[in-house]
């Protein structure tokens, strides 16, 4: 049948019976084999090793974890308050499920509304502050001395390096690590100070200059 004929046939719709034929296996197959990534992984630790890789790069995550232990990432979309703002934030959420125990007896039905201000108080109050400002320091250091004497605040940064300053003031110093807490209180500016008032949290961020 020439090209010409099939291409017309084709056009018109006109049903064109094709043949297969089996050829049989020309040349060798080989089997595809995926190799061991366990395998592979010390195959490359052993020539990093041997070429003295190793210990070098060792080294350098060493480096790279202590950098980031005493002066963690800042937290982002964070700058200080160039007005005093006060606002509250209600930390009562809805239960998305039954909550049952061991046995299965549902202590908390789904839709139940829980606010953990009713069972368990702020122990502490929180101050948010940029641990390189001299001014936010300062102000943690001088404003809050009697609070810090009696341990009813807890200081935690969102800028600098927390175990310098922890060292300095001789009580801990934490860190808003990826900015959990100052996201989830809807924190923008600081420095920012937490407290408990009744089932609620007031935030206040602090102009300094109002101080």
Known sequence: ??????????????????QAKDFGVRGKIASIEEQDPIVLIQSKLKTME?????????????????????????VEGLSKAKETRIFYYDPTYIISEDLK?????????KGTQLNPLETVSLSQNLLFFDGD???QVAFAKENLKEKLAENSVKLILVKGAPLVLSEELKVPVYFDQSGLLTKKLRIHHVPALVT????RLRIEEIKMEDL
Do not use: W
């Open 50 to 74: 041997e070429r003295g890789e190793l210990e070098q790069h060792n080294r350098e995550l060493q480096k790279k974890t202590k950098a980031a232990i005493e002066r963690p990432k800042p």
């Open 196 to 199: 408990q008032h009744g089932l």
């Open 133 to 135: 400002d001299d001014e």
């Open 101 to 109: 125990d061991h046995t299965g007896q549902i202590f908390y039905k």
């Open 1 to 18: 049948m020439s090209s010409k004929v099939l291409f017309f046939l084709l056009c018109l719709g006109s049903p064109v019976t094709l």
